[in-house]
């Protein structure tokens, strides 16, 4: 699973963050909002995940968005079939072709602001540790202490490469990120790396309605350990976790599926 990485970054940005998209326009439209106000130097990648209603590509025409000079470089995927929750995939790929040596994962229901994105542009980040940051919950109006969200960290390209990426088995289900960090954990161990993370001191803020996890198209299957939103909708999972689990390295491969560059 592991990837062969260049130890020097090709681009001349700090940072490179990368998010996952699917069917959710309102939620990329706001954060259009959010990133034309962040500093330049910072790239951005976008991976639609097969969106069926709403592609990434035509919000982006809808509303006519585009980034100035002095603003963060911009560049979206597209997965071209929709294999059901990918974001396993999506952040392998995300990983791929990121050109910056640094990578903060966000999902598309996550907001960091100007002056947080600015801080970061400024820490000194040791490529064996991860970085989290502090949590603020929409819903609950309440703050999180770091690590905040499992699903939002910052990892250096040849850690994640190291502990063999996201593990693509899991494709349509919402378990993958655990599994991960697992492996992370284990390897920073064996390495003695101590401490495992530090906080960025930043924040976000999780504007998603309720749990989510595995698509799964039929409403009916409400046996479900774990659900997803798409637009606010609800969906559910069909397997039972422990079945899930049992997945854990059948798919041997990783950026196993169709996508495209589009911008």
Same mark, same amino acid.
Request: with cysteine; proline share 4%; charged share 30%.
């Given at each position: 699973?592991?990837?062969?990485? %260049?130890?020097? %970054?090709?681009?001349?940005?700090?940072?490179?963050?990368?998010?996952?998209?699917?069917?959710?326009?309102?939620?990329?439209?706001?954060?259009?909002?959010?990133?034309?106000?962040?500093?330049?130097?910072?790239?951005?990648?976008?991976?639609?995940?097969? /969106?069926?209603? %709403?592609?990434?590509?035509?919000?982006?025409?809808?509303?006519?968005?585009?980034?100035?000079?002095?603003?963060?470089?911009?560049?979206?995927?597209?997965?071209?079939?929709?294999?059901?929750?990918?974001?396993?995939?999506?952040?392998?790929?995300?990983?791929?072709?990121?050109?910056? +040596?640094?990578? $903060?994962? $966000?999902?598309?229901?996550?907001?960091?602001?100007?002056?947080?994105?600015?801080?970061?542009?400024?820490?000194?980040?040791?490529?064996?540790?991860?970085?989290?940051?502090?949590?603020? $919950?929409?819903?609950?109006?309440?703050? /999180?202490?770091?690590?905040?969200?499992?699903?939002?960290?910052?990892?250096?390209?040849?850690?994640?490469? +190291?502990?063999?990426?996201?593990?693509?088995?899991?494709?349509?289900?919402?378990?993958?990120?655990?599994?991960?960090?697992?492996?992370?954990?284990?390897?920073?161990?064996?390495?003695?790396? /101590?401490?495992?993370?530090?906080?960025?001191?930043?924040?976000?803020?999780?504007?998603?309605?309720?749990?989510?996890?595995?698509?799964?198209?039929?409403?009916?299957?409400?046996?479900?350990?774990?659900?997803?939103?798409?637009?606010?909708?609800?969906?559910?999972?069909?397997?039972?976790?422990?079945?899930?689990?049992?997945?854990?390295?059948?798919?041997?491969?990783?950026?196993?599926?169709?996508?495209?560059?589009?911008?």
């Amino acid at each position: 699973m592991k990837q062969k990485t %260049s130890q020097t %970054s090709k681009s001349k940005s700090r940072l490179t963050v990368g998010y996952t998209y699917f069917d959710e326009p309102h939620k990329l439209k706001k954060q259009f909002e959010i990133w034309k106000m962040w500093p330049e130097d910072i790239d951005i990648i976008l991976v639609d995940d097969g /969106s069926d209603h %709403s592609p990434a590509k035509d919000v982006i025409d809808e509303v006519d968005f585009k980034l100035e000079s002095f603003q963060p470089n911009f560049r979206l995927f597209r997965v071209t079939r929709n294999l059901g929750f990918n974001s396993h995939g999506c952040r392998n790929l995300i990983a791929k072709y990121a050109e910056t +040596d640094f990578i $903060m994962f $966000m999902d598309i229901d996550m907001n960091m602001y100007e002056y947080d994105i600015a801080w970061l542009k400024r820490l000194k980040f040791n490529p064996e540790k991860m970085y989290y940051h502090k949590m603020y $919950m929409y819903e609950t109006q309440r703050l /999180s202490a770091p690590p905040g969200h499992e699903n939002c960290f910052i990892i250096h390209k040849d850690l994640y490469w +190291d502990a063999g990426g996201y593990d693509e088995s899991f494709t349509g289900y919402h378990y993958g990120d655990w599994e991960f960090h697992e492996r992370i954990k284990k390897l920073q161990k064996e390495r003695k790396t /101590s401490p495992l993370w530090e906080d960025t001191g930043c924040s976000i803020t999780l504007t998603r309605k309720g749990r989510h996890g595995s698509v799964r198209r039929d409403p009916k299957l409400t046996l479900g350990r774990s659900t997803h939103y798409v637009d606010d909708e609800l969906f559910y999972q069909d397997k039972d976790i422990d079945e899930v689990k049992a997945l854990k390295g059948t798919k041997k491969t990783v950026i196993d599926f169709p996508f495209i560059e589009v911008l």
